[in-house]
């Protein structure tokens, strides 16, 4: 049997339907194989990175191993953005990297390339893969795969990478002679039944708690004993962003998100709270704010997480965690609602968050989309809740359009928001949503800013060769809407590299999805925003859609610089709805002092 073929039944016997790449010199053998496989279909983006990032966002939907193939050299480079969307997110994937053949490596030679397109890949990506490899004796095939396999789903899940040199690609081997590998026995590094056992008067002793839920119990989805578990302990719940599809919207006890980019509802509640219970979240700064002491001060802090270290480093930081379990959430969350009994009557602090629910103004400025040919983001947000289906995926970029979405999209259950949450690259929606697509039952929708769709605009054309079902929607803001506040801040408006007239360069968007051979709406008035989202989703294939959004709408609510979360927060007492909160609208330099920069 050709050991390219090994490799792709190899992936077909555990379930994966697509692989992404673009074919090299150094690859040829695995793509031939991979289209000769019944079970298994090539994308072919039409670069690495897209590659790297429609196997992550194949993986997101799908919960199996998302794979891309690329060849050699600045093949395999390309893939590296990619890869840390993976590693950073704990989504499970593998890139096969061609490599040329074995008696053309370098070896120890004190050359810096022997071979052509010759890179010593696994070096590059030994920080941002769980395993990094290269074969060396086609004998080992199957052990390295069976290792990448187990390794990218095991503790917490991440990217693995397999170098394959041009040579054992096409080599002959005998499968059922090849070694297998045998896991580790595991050794328990605690005990979970004690620990939880030990949580539970903890629970019950709380008169405000409230529980944070992250995206890493979405790797893998709990499904629905975390839904049990939220209604047994009773608790108000917090979301990071990366847990926003984790309970629905109008779910009794969420809250919502909270931190730096958070309504002052989540804010206020964590830190008033006086139990916080996170669940998968590592407390990025993004949510607790710059000042780590000040965070949920007066609350006993309990993490539960797969890593340890994400715990063990508020140790030298500030932020007091008072307990810490190492645990896998799937393994975590049964048990935990195994042991507990039903919820004790917290009444009064449930019904404190649902005054401040009322009572708190509204963080967004008024409509920024009155001018003639712009929507308001959040308006715009807020009619796109009403008209994406309940079981939608929906994929989102970074930056503007990202906050906009975060903050405002009401979830309904079923449906999920994936985004690339802690590495943030721009132009990650749009191929991963093309991941998914590729397999989806329903829709996708991909929701991306123009500075976004630039880095990855030839991923249009994927998406009108294969039909797919995905509504893209372009935030058209005419710029990098978030770098034009962060320069505001910082730089007095002196915009640079931000806009058209500061450097950057956008093509006609519309015009380009037309030559593509898509269908375009273009969405310019607030008053058209329900019927022409209502014809969007009417259509079963791709679709792009051309949001014009202001190009002075601003991100709300943002954390005032160099404000501690609690700052503002002197108490829970009524009097401080009255007072200065805790996040205000943000506020442009006047022109007197930006230059006369125009936003």
């Not at 954390?559 to 829970?572: V, Y």
Request: glycine share 10%.
């Amino acid at each position: 049997m050709k050991l390219s073929d090994y490799v792709i039944d190899f992936l077909a016997r555990r379930g994966v339907t697509h692989v992404f790449g673009i074919s090299g010199g150094a690859a040829v053998h695995l793509f031939d194989s991979a289209a000769k496989h019944p079970d298994v279909t090539p994308i072919f983006p039409q670069h690495e990175q897209a590659a790297a990032i429609a196997a992550d966002g194949y993986a997101r939907a799908t919960g199996k191993l998302g794979v891309a193939i690329t060849t050699s050299g600045p093949g395999a480079t390309n893939l590296l953005t990619g890869v840390c969307c993976a590693y950073y997110d704990s989504v499970p994937t593998l890139m096969i990297t061609g490599q040329v053949a074995t008696h053309r490596l370098k070896g120890q030679n004190d050359v810096r390339q022997l071979g052509f397109q010759e890179t010593d890949v696994p070096s590059i990506f030994a920080t941002v893969t769980k395993y990094a490899v290269q074969i060396s004796d086609p004998a080992t095939i199957r052990y390295h795969l069976e290792k990448a396999y187990y390794l990218a789903f095991e503790g917490r899940p991440g990217a693995v990478l397999i170098d394959l040199p041009d040579d054992l690609q096409r080599a002959e081997i005998d499968p059922d002679a090849l070694a297998s590998f045998v896991p580790e026995a595991q050794i328990a590094t605690s005990d979970l039944d004690a620990e939880i056992a030990t949580l539970l008067p903890v629970i019950a002793q709380a008169k405000r708690p409230v529980v944070v839920l992250g995206g890493g119990l979405s790797t893998p989805r709990i499904g629905a004993a975390l839904d049990q578990l939220v209604d047994r302990l009773g608790m108000p719940v917090l979301t990071t962003w990366a847990a926003t599809d984790l309970i629905a919207h109008d779910h009794p006890l969420r809250v919502g998100p909270f931190g730096v980019y958070g309504p002052r509802l989540g804010n206020f509640a964590i830190q008033n709270a006086d139990l916080v219970l996170c669940l998968g979240s590592r407390l990025s700064q993004n949510v607790t704010g710059g000042i780590l002491p000040s965070f949920a001060r007066e609350a006993t802090i309990v993490m539960v997480d797969a890593s340890r270290g994400e715990m063990d480093k508020f140790d030298s930081r500030g932020i007091r965690i008072a307990t810490r379990i190492e645990a896998r959430l799937d393994a975590f969350v049964p048990k935990l609602l195994g042991a507990l009994e039903a919820a004790p009557p917290r009444a009064d602090w449930l019904a404190k968050i649902a005054h401040w629910r009322g009572a708190l103004p509204d963080d967004r400025p008024g409509p920024a989309g009155a001018n003639a040919g712009h929507v308001d983001a959040y308006d715009f947000v807020d009619k796109l809740s009403d008209a994406a289906p309940s079981d939608e995926l929906i994929y989102v970029d970074t930056g503007g359009n990202l906050t906009w979405t975060c903050n405002g999209f009401r979830i309904k259950r079923g449906q999920r928001l994936i985004s690339d949450w802690n590495n943030t690259a721009m132009g990650y929606a749009l191929p991963a949503a093309i991941g998914a697509a590729v397999q989806a039952k329903g829709g996708v929708t991909c929701i991306i800013g123009d500075g976004g769709l630039m880095l990855t605009l030839g991923e249009l054309a994927l998406l009108a060769r294969h039909r797919l079902p995905l509504r893209l929607f372009l935030f058209n803001n005419h710029g990098h809407g978030i770098q034009k506040q962060t320069l505001e801040t910082w730089l007095d408006a002196n915009y640079v590299g931000v806009d058209a007239p500061s450097g950057l360069s956008f093509v006609d968007f519309a015009k380009v999805a037309e030559a593509m051979d898509l269908p375009v709406v273009t969405i310019s008035r607030s008053g058209d925003i329900a019927a022409q989202l209502a014809d969007v989703y009417a259509r079963k294939g791709p679709v792009f859609c051309n949001v014009e959004i202001n190009p002075a709408q601003k991100l709300y609510p943002v954390l005032k610089f160099g404000a501690p979360l609690e700052s503002q927060l002197p108490s829970i007492d009524d009097e401080l709805i009255a007072r200065e909160m805790i996040v205000a609208p943000y506020k442009a330099a006047p022109p007197s002092q930006s230059g006369g920069a125009g936003v």
